[in-house]
């Protein structure tokens, strides 16, 4: 069991596969952070905390020389000696806001539970992982709080969760509710974040802590673009293959907290959850409130490992479903092939020319249903467009499997346009406060998913239209953030709710969605990757990663996203030149090799390529189906940073490593430049492996410490090459 507790000393040790967690019972009554690093066989208290008397801090007991102030605490609070930021906030009826959680009890249980309403990690059988929950209580107004530590034994995996439960006679108000606190006992960290805009997501920001409160956050309704629920902790020697890490993965779509703190001591806090900002949640007596889980990961071999930690445990314990293990279909998609403007005709002529090159999946973009000839009406009426599809989804959907093809379609239902039906007869079903303005974003609003009509109906519309036409591929879309953030069937006191049940009703339709069509491969989209996150990929194990289809701007794309995310949940498409977005021309042979290191798609009128073209692409849709397992299921090492320079170099391996494909990509020529090679990584250094279509074999070990030359044949801008290696 990978949880021990010492009677003895209060000590609690969690151990994953080569980790070790340590806290201790403090006084009988506080938890105290003792370790977080390597795998300790026992620990005896070498290193332990000193309590040292400080000047001008404030003592919770007299005659005791400690300080809150000064303890590393596992869930702090506010108000009672540790002026630090807590990790929670209670309101009482008598407006005070302080509270005293004390230890009362704990548990260790073999397995994992689910969480209520929320999505988050989970198992397969019992001994994949093991339980801690640790009771506190404040006796005073009888509120008890339930930590959950889970371990997953053969992973460097802990997940964090928190329920709060109101067990006496008076209404409590949440003001500030994280899943997940750890007080470093120094501050020698850099913080790692993915910051972005929306066609420009998951840059990798990395710099050294100070003094004072660093905070990722987002207030945007959703996870969003600008901002990742993930952080990550570095030692400042720490590279992608050396080094400690720590990082934090918050799985949750909506507003996030993600805050560093150094105090006066040079000590660091870190703290994630749902964000405090505009929150507070009534809590009545005999309710419960439970927090989103964050997925802890730490590695001592560097950000590489701590990535591939990530991708394992969220490709296999936190995508479901009939698709989670299976490869993923190569798909054409109409939208910038044709935008609006489309009818049956057209689209059957594209999906003929991408069966004639080997594509699998047909994909039906905005523009189907209602009136929706532009942007500005329909959003709301889901129901189909006659003029464009005269047979309706139904006849389209079957000539698509006529031709051997799948048929996926493009959905936005969290939205209503001014301009629909919808709105007509449910203006008061969108979000929005009385009186005010109703800003709009894309010529839309929000419907208002905390409450359950609105959810029923939702599940409704979709479900009408996935059970009337034989659909493979659900794209989910979302192309606004939240404004006036408010719902006319909350009371005054619960307007605060709204952006935290909104994320609850949303959670529930995608449940009930994606259970009722269990066969049907879900991709979640925000305008692009503005809901990249965990939360989304517990219901749809892949997101389109960002509208932004340029290969050169989706080399630092796809790399960010790599920090957190597996190869299988990247879409990655080939799109026309000059790109649509930032209008730069590539090659076709670049954007294909881009485009192969996640799920390979098409976006351009295939109708409209040359023959030499289309033999090009037809080339690479079978090269891709002969690596597509390796892609999806290898894993994912980075070479070269396009943060860092010029040129930008990763692999896959086949997890027995027996197979490897490794991509170069150098955006710009430089006259007279030096030869390069790049060294290889993840391979058996005691194999022998032989490049495909040459004739000479090389150890792994030579591979990855002597390396391979870059063709010095390359000329011109963005230029692309591919190593395929097998083992013989």
Same mark, same amino acid.
């Given at each position: ?34 370790? %977080? ?42 108000? +009672? ?15 005070? +806001? ?70 006496? &006679? ?27 805009? %929306? ?147 057209? =689209? ?5 020319? #991408? &069966? ?11 523009? %189907? ?17 006659? &003029? ?11 000539? *698509? ?20 039906? =919808? ?7 969108c979000l929005h406060v009385p009186n005010r303005n109703r800003t709009e974003g894309r010529n839309q609003l929000v419907l208002d998913l905390s409450r359950k009509d609105v959810c029923d109906e939702i599940i409704s519309m979709v479900s009408n239209i996935l059970a009337n036409a ?80 340029? #290969? ?53 009128? =295939? +109708? ?30 980075? *070479? ?19 197979? #490897? ?68």
């Open positions: 069991m990978g949880i021990h507790y010492d009677l003895t000393n209060q000590i609690f040790h969690l151990q994953s596969k080569n980790t070790s967690y340590i806290f201790q019972l403090f006084e009988s009554k506080y938890l105290k952070h003792l370790y %977080w690093g390597k795998k300790l066989r026992h620990y005896a208290g070498s290193g332990k905390l000193q309590i040292v008397k400080r000047t001008f801090t404030s003592n919770p007991e007299q005659g005791k020389d400690y300080s809150l102030d000064t303890l590393p605490q596992e869930y702090p609070c506010y108000g +009672t000696s540790d002026f630090r930021n807590p990790a929670y906030q209670i309101q009482l009826e008598n407006g005070s +806001t302080i509270t005293d959680l004390r230890y009362y009890s704990h548990r260790i249980f073999s397995g994992k539970k689910k969480l209520e309403g929320l999505p988050a990690t989970y198992i397969e059988n019992e001994n994949e992982a093991t339980t801690l929950e640790i009771d506190l209580i404040d006796s005073l107004i009888g509120l008890k709080v339930i930590l959950t530590y889970c371990v997953y034994e053969r992973q460097n995996v802990i997940t964090r969760s928190v329920r709060f439960q109101n067990e006496g &006679k008076q209404k409590l108000c949440i003001l500030r509710a994280l899943s997940m606190n750890v007080d470093f006992q120094d501050d020698n960290y850099d913080l790692i974040h993915l910051p972005g805009a %929306w066609a420009r997501e998951r840059d990798i920001v990395r710099y050294p802590i100070k003094l004072g409160a660093q905070l990722i956050e987002s207030r945007r309704g959703a996870s969003s673009h600008q901002q990742n629920p993930f952080i990550a902790l570095s030692r400042k020697e720490t590279n992608e293959d050396h080094g400690d890490v720590y990082g934090f993965s918050f799985v949750y779509s909506g507003n996030f907290l993600a805050q560093v703190e150094v105090d006066q001591f040079r000590t660091t806090r870190v703290s994630m959850g749902i964000n405090p900002f505009d929150f507070t949640w009534k809590l009545h007596p005999n309710e419960a409130f439970q927090c989103p889980e964050v997925v802890m990961v730490y590695s001592s071999e560097g950000i590489g490992d701590m990535s591939r930690t990530y991708h394992s445990l969220y490709r296999k314990r936190l995508a479901r479903g009939y698709h989670r293990d299976k490869e993923r279909p190569i798909l054409i998609n109409n939208w910038e092939a044709t935008y609006f403007k489309f009818n049956e005709d057209k =689209l059957l002529d594209i999906a003929k020319a #991408a &069966k004639n090159v080997g594509i699998e999946l047909f994909v039906l973009d905005d523009g %189907w249903f209602g009136k929706r000839d532009n942007a500005k009406t329909s959003l709301g009426d889901w129901y189909v467009h006659k &003029k464009k599809l005269p047979n309706g989804l139904d006849g389209l959907a079957k000539r *698509i499997h006529g031709i051997g093809m799948k048929f996926g379609l493009w959905f936005e239902p969290e939205m209503i346009s001014v301009k629909s039906e =919808l709105y007509l007869k449910h203006p008061d079903w034989p659909i493979d591929y659900v794209k989910w879309d979302m192309n606004r953030h939240m404004t006036e953030i408010g719902s006319a069937k909350l009371p005054p006191e619960c307007q605060r709710e709204t952006a935290h049940r909104y994320m609850l009703g949303l959670y529930g339709i995608l449940e009930e969605i994606t259970t009722k069509f269990p066969r049907v491969l879900f991709e979640s989209c925000s305008g692009g990757g503005g809901r990249f996150d965990p939360g989304m990929l517990y219901y749809m194990p892949q997101t389109w990663t960002s509208d932004n289809t340029d #290969a050169i701007s989706r080399l630092k794309i796809q790399y960010g996203t790599s920090i957190v995310y597996p190869a299988i949940s990247i879409g990655s498409h080939v799109s026309a030149v000059p790109n649509h977005q930032v209008h730069r021309t590539t090659s076709l042979e670049l954007r294909g090799h881009v485009a192969q290191s996640g799920n390979l798609g098409y976006e351009l009128d =295939l +109708t409209k390529l040359s023959t030499a073209e289309m033999e090009k692409v037809k080339a690479q849709i079978k090269f891709y189906k002969e690596i597509r397992f390796l892609i999806q299921f290898g894993s994912f090492h980075r *070479i070269l940073s396009p943060f860092e320079g010029n040129e930008t170099a990763w692999m896959f391996v086949s997890e027995n490593q027996s197979e #490897a494909i490794v991509f170069y990509y150098r955006i710009l020529a430089e006259p007279n430049s030096p030869l390069k090679k790049i060294l290889l990584k993840g391979l058996n250094p005691k194999k022998e492996y032989q490049i495909t279509g040459a004739l000479n074999s090389y150890g792994g070990d030579e591979l990855m410490y002597s390396g391979v030359a870059v063709p010095s044949n390359l000329r011109g801008d963005f230029q692309s090459f591919i190593w395929r290696f097998r083992e013989i």
